[in-house]
């Protein structure tokens, strides 16, 4: 394919605008998949993105589509649509010449879209707007558009009308890529030099990597060196992918593909690193960023017999995601375990998920923290607010954008779920890392029977530690369940207790209900017990269900 017939693009929304329905579309019209039923978010391959409705994973499909008599190779980028993993956004976008840019034409524009929004116009993409759904009743395009002409400085000509469920217009949108997209500027005179911009790990085969060729070609047998690691590797297989891999004999400057050359650890293929030939050595491409974990926990076997188990599967699973962090840990209550960093609580979350369906492990996970540098002088002097508003733009008469900084600490559990039904759903939010702050922070313990938790250290702004702490007790105090002796529940500063609640002595007596008769039924209440139990975690003489210590952070 020469490469004034190649156009590279990617599609960015806010979640649920549309852009896996509209990928479907696109890969049913170019033949790449048949038109079935079954086939829903085709690249959406893992269980958690299927059942959470995102995705998690870019994927990447090459499309051949004809246009005016010419034949077109169109290299559609998935990108993950959450902000926890708007790193993978960039790079993705970086193998792009354009993006579509999908907005709900019933909804309009929501906080992803203006960060998705200035990535690409970062980048100096073009940026093909597109209204989803106008299928709805309640669609309004004309007032989406103009929201798009306020916010973005984009003419409202140039927006497509779509229903991607339906498939109307969206041979327009094949249209637009191939007339409005330019082709990658690259030659394949140049020597190679190729972006890498997601990895996977595969049992057999070790690290495939997805790549973008910004110059040059590569064919199996040469031997490449990645720029930021610097080791060499020999190509063992190179292809399309269609979105399933077709193995080529070369892949060319402005194509993008897979590339499989001995890699073990997916952490041997950075995202946003660069490859080229061993005996033609060039510049990296600029953007590297080795990822940065945000939001840690401790990962805890329910039961210490569960260890080598629980070690493998996490093993096994970092393999495939890089942006992981893993640290050995142990805690008194818990036993030995694992300290984890996520990109963000959604990371977290999703991560802790996949090890329960894809590896069948069951975790205690311990409250997220977040980074904090400590200062050990004597002024902490500067009072801050927690939340300082930096600016506010109307978008049109219904919605406001506002900018705040945060501390990350006030919005890491809970903050989206707050927002959101404060609102009733109409809020979105989005953030991004805006570097350390000075506070007044001080430690806070919460005791059980008078044994500090671990787990639950938390570190407090000053002014909050009284009502945080009454709340953490209170909310103890719902999810422990009661037990043969009084508990008591406190939270302390120092030696100073500063809020206390009491869970009454009681003990559920599971056989009160069978008169003696039926022992086959009196095994299996003692047996549901049992497994009750299993959930259990002991700290002192106190038995805690595991999910409380996730539980004790969120707000009713
Ligand atoms: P993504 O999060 O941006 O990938 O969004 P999805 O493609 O998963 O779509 C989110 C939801 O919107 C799904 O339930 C889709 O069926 C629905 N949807 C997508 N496009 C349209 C459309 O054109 N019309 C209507 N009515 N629903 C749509
Ligand atoms: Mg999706």
Not at 159 to 185: D, Y
Not at 252 to 277: H, N, P, S, W
Request: include cysteine; charge should be positive.
């Amino acid at each position: 394919f020469p490469a004034d017939k190649i156009r590279n693009f990617c599609i960015i929304a806010h979640i649920d605008h549309g852009k896996s329905t509209l990928a479907d579309r696109l890969l049913e019209m170019t033949g790449a998949i048949a038109k079935t039923e079954k086939n829903k978010q085709v690249l959406d391959k893992l269980q958690v993105e299927r059942e959470r409705g995102i995705t998690v994973k870019a994927q990447t499909a090459s499309l051949f589509y004809s246009h005016q008599g010419e034949q077109y190779l169109l290299n559609l980028i998935d990108t993950p649509g959450h902000v926890d993993f708007s790193y993978e956004v960039s790079r993705s976008i970086s193998a792009c010449q354009g993006v579509l840019l999908i907005v709900d034409a019933n909804q309009g524009i929501q906080a992803q879209t203006v960060a998705n929004f200035y990535l690409a116009f970062e980048a100096q993409l073009t940026i093909i707007p597109i209204l989803n759904k106008i299928d709805l009743k309640n669609a309004d395009p004309k007032r989406v558009e103009s929201q798009i002409e306020k916010v973005f400085d984009i003419p409202r000509d140039d927006c497509i009308r779509i229903s991607a469920k339906h498939g109307t217009n969206v041979e327009m949108v094949l249209q637009a890529v191939v007339n409005r997209i330019p082709p990658p500027a690259v030659s394949s005179d140049d020597p190679f030099r190729a972006l890498v911009f997601d990895s996977n790990f595969d049992h057999y085969r070790g690290v495939v990597a997805n790549i973008a060729v910004f110059g040059g070609r590569v064919r199996k047998g040469d031997k490449i060196v990645s720029a930021h690691l610097g080791k060499t590797y020999e190509v063992n297989e190179i292809g399309l992918l269609r979105p399933d891999e077709h193995p080529t004999q070369r892949l060319y400057a402005g194509q993008v593909g897979y590339i499989i050359a001995g890699m073990k650890d997916v952490k041997e293929a950075q995202i946003g690193d660069t490859l080229y030939l061993q005996e033609q050595p060039v510049k990296a491409l600029p953007g590297f960023k080795p990822a940065k974990a945000m939001v840690f926990a401790g990962m805890y076997p329910m039961d210490q017999s569960e260890y080598p188990g629980l070690r493998s599967a996490i093993e096994r699973l970092t393999l495939n995601d890089s942006s992981v962090t893993v640290q050995k840990d142990s805690s008194l209550a818990l036993g030995a375990g694992w300290r984890l960093g996520f990109l963000g609580l959604l990371h977290m979350e999703v991560f802790n998920q996949r090890l329960e369906q894809e590896y069948n492990a069951s975790v205690i996970v311990t409250a997220p923290t977040v980074p904090y540098k400590a200062v050990l002088s004597s002024a902490k002097l500067i009072k801050n607010r927690r939340a300082i508003q930096k600016n506010m733009v109307y978008i049109d008469d219904q919605r406001v954008m506002m900018k705040y900084l945060f501390p990350l600490n006030e919005i890491v559990v809970d903050f989206y779920d707050l927002l959101k039904s404060l609102s009733s759903g109409y809020a979105s939010f989005d953030y991004e890392n805006a570097g350390y702050q000075a506070a007044d922070l001080i430690k806070m313990d919460i005791l059980l029977n008078g044994r500090s938790v671990e787990e639950l250290i938390t570190i407090v702004h000053r002014d909050r530690a009284y009502n945080t702490g009454k709340a953490m007790c209170e909310r103890l105090k719902d999810s422990i369940p009661r037990q043969m002796f009084e508990i008591a529940v406190q939270a302390a500063i120092g030696s100073k207790i500063i809020a206390r609640e009491t869970i009454k002595a009681y003990r559920k007596n599971v056989l009160a209900k069978c008169y003696g008769g039926d022992i086959t039924r009196k095994m299996k209440l003692l047996k549901r017990q049992a497994e009750g139990k299993k959930k259990m975690r002991r700290i002192g003489n106190v038995e805690v269900p595991k999910d409380a210590f996730i539980n004790v952070l969120k707000r009713k």
